[in-house]
């Protein structure tokens, strides 16, 4: 992933050392303005919006921390960290995004007693 924020520049510099860290670094730099273009922005009109680009370098910012403290749970707390740090409307937005990608993932179809009983 290192490569995904260099410039062309840099593509041909030699990387040495921690990627994970350095990653984590970089997508902690990246995500808060990332995060404040990204509200209100539509998921469905193009690939490739804020919401989306947005939503999956915080699953990356995830696996980053993980890969570099050695733990998942690690992961899960630098998403919240940054998270907390982001505005009330913000987070809104993308929690009804990753709602929706749940969604039209079927994840409800497969979680026992996610329907509601008939009366």
Not at 70 to 87: F, Y
Not at 91 to 117: H, N, T
């Amino acid at each position: 992933m290192s490569d995904l924020f260099s410039d062309s520049k840099s593509l041909s510099e030699k990387k040495v050392g921690d990627f994970s860290g350095y990653d984590a670094g970089r997508l902690i730099d990246d995500l808060p303005p990332l995060l404040a273009r990204a509200q209100g922005s539509s998921w469905y009109e193009a690939p490739g919006a804020d919401i989306e680009v947005a939503m999956a370098r915080l699953c990356l910012l995830r696996r980053a921390k993980a890969g570099a403290q050695g733990t998942m749970e690690s992961g899960d707390d630098a998403v919240r960290l940054l998270l907390a740090g982001t505005e009330p409307d913000t987070l809104i937005w993308l929690l009804s995004r990753a709602v929706s990608y749940m969604d039209e993932q079927g994840f409800p179809d497969f979680v026992p007693g996610a329907r509601l009983e008939e009366d």
